[in-house]
């Protein structure tokens, strides 16, 4: 492999793993904060118990995501150099913009959440972790549009001279009609996997040990599988909006979700294919009419472009060469992404079903507990590696080549250091991680009702959110 | 003044403030081990660092983020030039920080144990490979016409970048002592104020030939009375320690890293990058800029919202600016 194509493995192991970790620490933080209020406001005490509980795991999490995000700003530089070279001028502003009001909020007042227990007045604990939640929406939001412009750029112009493209309108750039369907889908799909998160660990106690601090699990349980099921509405609603935005402004993408070769009016979806290796003849499908035309267009009866006119138009307008994204790969993960989503929401649902009106839960469901957080997780994966692929060969959509962006200097044997390093450490954090979290939902909420500690400036017991 | 000097002055002020903020608690994290001779004071020493290390973090971040944004070239040659030393870097931030989160969420000697170490290395590796970093950004590195970085490994690690490492770490060793004395009580409180005047000999003389090394390199007039004024200023904060006037000491030592890495700017300005192939092929301030327009937005934005950021990590200092006591065991 040439430094090219180490690069851009690197940038997708370091991305997919980082991204495990964000929609946990996004919708975690908020439910936590969630359930610090309800303690505020109703001075129950399984809420205050449910806080530390969840607050705990959710800080056993984001200290990951917090370390691999540290990679993410720094291999821009390191491998893609060229590429930032040729968009730092627009790109860097949103960035740095998500350091200034985003990271700073987000580290501040953790650390203040975390030690401010007995220090601070209740009001202003609480303010504190709800700045976590602010932080952690703006950091998406942020990121979420530097990501939109490489999608689809906007509020530049392109320095022939400079041989780079240059900001002029930070507000464009901001307000991105990519980013404005990203930004909610993104959020609510992060809230399907913290709702089946704290819902699958509630499942799990009930499950296994149904005597020990049954009610407050039951609410847990409730919260989180609700949770679930009203995001993911908000997903299906924002990703049907997001679907309409994608096919105009990148008509390829659409077109490789679907395997469409041939320009289609109607065009049907299809759920289930299989075909040839390279993707281009299907044997076998189950399809669904006018329902493409619908996702696509907004109308049942829409023209959906194909991949081969696409290719065509797009020699036209760019020069010889192949403008196909890797057409199986967006086939399935377009598929797994709906597929999982929806199978995740479903199982929210039935949860709340065989729970009900005080019900307990039988004891086979565990085997529901331990992958339902993984599902919607397994989802998030799916769409941004669908929605990553699917805009190849392009890094910035129209504007430069994916070949075009990596660093001139940078030996193939240094990515392979760094690629072999991250992906061993990674490898390393994730049992250390996962060992971690297994065990501090086994402890459950012990410990969570321990009386403050009264001295308070001796640093806190290893059990508490402490030290 | 041109939006690009004011940047460049932005960037400056964002890794003084990272080396000023971090370095304590790299230092600390350099020695709690060191001193802390059983688990309470271990932790005890932690805890003086646990609400605000990954706040100081933030700096580092910011400074990147705003180097990508504000100097695309510098940002890029940078970080694609410094390719291994960075990814020792990150290694060592990615290993302290998952081991400062999770050392205290498990009730386990060896674990701790492992924890710890994790923490030491992560806090060494990182201060020696700045100081690395520094040194050669200063002393200039093979860049060609294209800004492209055409050197090896091994020309980044040439003396005077490795004196730049030794000196960073012994400095931030000393400015974590320091700290530590001044956060904590008893007998940590008094082996941090000794081991502090001890390191600081050795990082005193460190930092007088590591600085008047970049003099000689780069100097002018402004860097040269900013150099002496660093030196002045750590003398005076290792005086305090001897005093045992903590806060002083603190304010000596973070007084002394702030002008000692202004100063290194000072001397590098106009430039960002120098070349030692051909003054031509340096990145100057202006020719890594990003355009007008973007500095200029920035500008207003950064103008609103530093302040504010340093008014709410200001307050976590005084809301946590009591003494850590070391747990009866």
Partial sequence: MDTLDLAR???????????????????????????????????????????????????????MGVVTGLVQEFQFGMNWSDYSRFVGDVFGAPLALE?????????TFIGLWIFGWERLPKLVHLGCIWMVVLGTQLSAYFILAANSWMQ?????????????????????????KVVLVTFPHTIFAAFMVGGAFVAGVAVWHLVRRPDTDRDVFRSALKIGASVVLVASVGVAISGDLQGKVMTEVQPMKMAAAEALYETEKPASFSVFTVGTLDGSKEIFSIKMPYLLSFLATGHFGGEVKGINSLQEAYEQLYGPGSYKPNIPLTYWTFRLMIGVGMASAAVALWLLWVTRRGRAPSHWLVWLAAPLPLLPLVANTFGWIFTETGRQPWLVFGLLPTASGVSPSTTSGEVITSLVGFTLLYGVLAIVETKLLLRTIRGGLAGTDD???????????????AY | MELTTVWFIAIAMLWTGYFVLEGFDFGVGMLFRVLGRNEPERRAAITTIGPVWDGNEVWLIMAGAATFAAFPEWYATLFSGFYLPLFLILVGLIVRGVALEYRGKRDDAAWRGRMDLMIT??????????????GNIVRGVPLDAGHEYVGSFGILLNPF??????????????????????????????????????????????????LAWAQALRGDTVSVIVTIAAVVAFAGGLVANLLRREGWAFIGTTSAIGLAVVSLFVALFPDVMPSTLDPGSTLTAVNAASSSYTLKVMTIITAIFLPLVMLYQGWTYWVFRKRVM???S
Wanted: hydrophobic content about 55%.
């Fill in chain 2, 161 to 210: 970048a490795l004196l730049g490492g030794l000196t960073f770490v012994a400095v931030f060793v000393t400015h974590g002592a320091i700290f530590l004395a001044l956060r904590t009580t008893d007998d940590l409180r008094v082996r941090a104020n000794r081991l502090a005047t001890r390191t600081g000999g050795v990082a005193a003389v460190l930092t007088i030939a590591f």
């Fill in chain 1, 152 to 176: 689809n750029p906007v509020g530049f112009r392109y320095n022939a001279a400079r041989g780079r493209a240059e900001l002029t309108d930070l507000w464009a750039v901001l307000t991105n």
């Fill in chain 2, 121 to 134: 290395i992560g806090s060494l590796l990182p201060a020696l490979l700045w100081g690395v970093a520094f």
């Fill in chain 1, 99 to 107: 350091g200034l009001l985003a990271f700073f909020l987000e580290s």
């Fill in chain 1, 9 to 63: 493995w690197q940038f997708a192991i370091t991305t997919v793993y980082h991204f495990f970790f964000v929609p946990v620490t996004i919708s975690l933080v908020a439910i936590t904060a969630g359930l610090q209020t309800a303690w505020y406001r109703t001075g129950k005490e399984k809420y205050l118990r449910l806080t530390k509980f969840y607050g705990k795991l959710f800080l056993i999490n984001i200290a």
């Fill in chain 2, 326 to 328: 070391v747990a009866a």
């Fill in chain 1, 451 to 465: 009386p403050p500690d009264t001295a308070p400036d001796q640093p806190d017991k290893p059990l508490s959110l």
